[in-house]
């Protein structure tokens, strides 16, 4: 009689057992096809053990639901102290919840376990350097580095060398990351850049140059090895630069103003105006572009854009003398271009408060001509003309003091200053009629 009671016995955990490997089987499904949800319905129906809790909590987290994926870790690591996995996946659901501290306690709690395991060293670095902990981070990097070897731990101390404002140890560090691997697109560009910050343009070049000696398909090292280039006032070389990454697709603001500069410095205006118009579209308060935008305009013969362009600048800008100096004389000079001469004479007028010496008297020749050949007027003109015969006396007594007098410059003058007088004279007799 005792048989038939354990053959039921033996059927009934074999039954038992096959069943909990299809529920296994389905439940890996699930997961293993990315059916999350279906998967956490799933898990619902069953006993909630270890395992399935922890697949619960796996499921959770891969659906962005930290909080219930930390609810169900923080309760089985209490549970199962020394599980090493438990207490890193909960680190890990902290970390992407926003919950730095906690994270970095969990690693603390992973150190002590493991003190070998340079992945929760590593993590913890990371942690710290995203919570704006530098100097932390740096102290753990360095360490992580000396013991275990880690040279990507060189990379990450040269970015928080930068993140502390020393930029001469990100440099040497970057230096030793590009040292240790030369495909390092990352380090190098880094490298160069800082050496562009501190004004180092050779440096930046050389350094842009040699890494494009060996991958010339990086569009960050090509645009910086371009700029290199630009801000060394080396305009020429760096317009083929600079339309190669144009070409390549990238027509970010900082592209399209260093086209725009470049052409503007060697004074192709017509090309200079196409790349400052897309740029001053792109970034509207940037002055300079604004300018150098307003000046290609007048070049162009688009003097109506020019003075829109310069009013712009007045309205929105309290400069110091001389650049107040160049937006009115330009100003004034776009307006001859369309015949507004009175609104030439203003703005010419303007410009005078804020010239040196030289420049006002160069103004007052240009005003009096104007009010002559221009606007007939000649009392207004002769006011101007009278200006001028001051200025250029005090420009000819300054040319003879110096230690080194250009006599052909002087004889030039006292030439300009003899047919001054005889003009005013004539102008004085029309006048007075």
Not at 63 to 81: C, Q, T, W
Request: charged share 25%; proline share 2%; glycine share 2%.
């Amino acid at each position: 009689m005792k048989k038939p009671f354990i053959f039921l016995i033996l059927l009934s955990s074999i039954t038992s057992f096959l069943y909990s490997q299809q529920a296994d089987s389905e439940l890996l499904s699930y997961i293993n096809n990315f059916q999350y949800q279906k998967a956490l319905e799933y898990i619902d129906t069953q006993e909630p053990t270890k395992e399935i809790m922890e697949r619960k909590a796996f499921c959770y987290k891969a659906l962005g639901n930290y909080k219930d994926a930390i609810e169900i870790l923080r309760e089985l690591s209490a549970e199962h102290a020394d599980d090493i996995r438990l207490k890193a996946d909960l680190a890990t659901c902290y970390a992407n919840a926003g919950k730095l501290d906690e994270s970095i306690n969990c690693y603390d709690s992973l150190i002590c376990m493991d003190s070998t395991n340079s992945y929760f060293k590593v993590q913890k670095a990371e942690l710290l350097y995203q919570q704006g902990s530098f100097k932390k981070a740096l102290e753990l990097y360095q360490t992580i580095h000396s013991r275990d070897g880690l040279k990507n731990m060189i990379k990450r101390s040269a970015q928080c060398f930068e993140k502390i404002n020393e930029p001469d140890s990100a440099i040497h560090y970057y230096s030793l990351a590009w040292e240790t691997d030369s495909t390092d697109s990352f380090s190098a560009a880094n490298l160069i850049n800082l050496n562009l910050k501190k004004e180092q343009y050779g440096n930046g070049r050389l350094l842009s140059d040699i890494y494009m000696q060996r991958d010339s398909t990086d569009k960050q090292i090509n645009l910086l090895n371009a700029l290199s280039y630009y801000m060394s006032d080396l305009y020429e070389e760096a317009i083929p630069r600079l339309l190669k990454c144009h070409a390549a697709g990238d027509t970010s603001v900082i592209v399209n103003r260093s086209l725009g500069l470049c052409y503007y410095s060697l004074k192709e205006s017509f090309k200079a105006m196409e790349f400052l118009d897309i740029a001053y579209r792109q970034d509207t308060t940037n002055n300079n572009v604004l300018y150098c935008l307003a000046v290609s305009c007048s070049e162009m013969a688009e003097p109506e854009r020019a003075i829109t362009y310069f009013h712009k600048l007045l309205d929105r800008t309290i400069p110091p003398d001389l650049t107040l100096y160049l937006y009115y004389r330009n100003l004034a000079q776009a307006y001859s271009k369309t015949d507004q001469y009175q609104e030439s004479a203003d703005n010419y007028a303007t410009a005078i408060q804020y010239g040196t010496d030289n420049q006002k008297m160069n103004l007052y020749y240009t005003i009096g001509d104007i009010y002559v050949k221009r606007l007939r007027n000649n009392a207004e003109a002769l006011k101007y003309f009278r200006l001028y015969k001051v200025s250029i006396n005090a420009y000819l007594e300054n040319e003879k003091t110096k230690p080194e007098p250009d006599k052909q410059e002087i004889k030039d003058t006292i030439e300009k200053i003899k047919h001054l007088e005889e003009y005013i004279t004539n102008l004085e007799k029309e006048i007075n009629g």
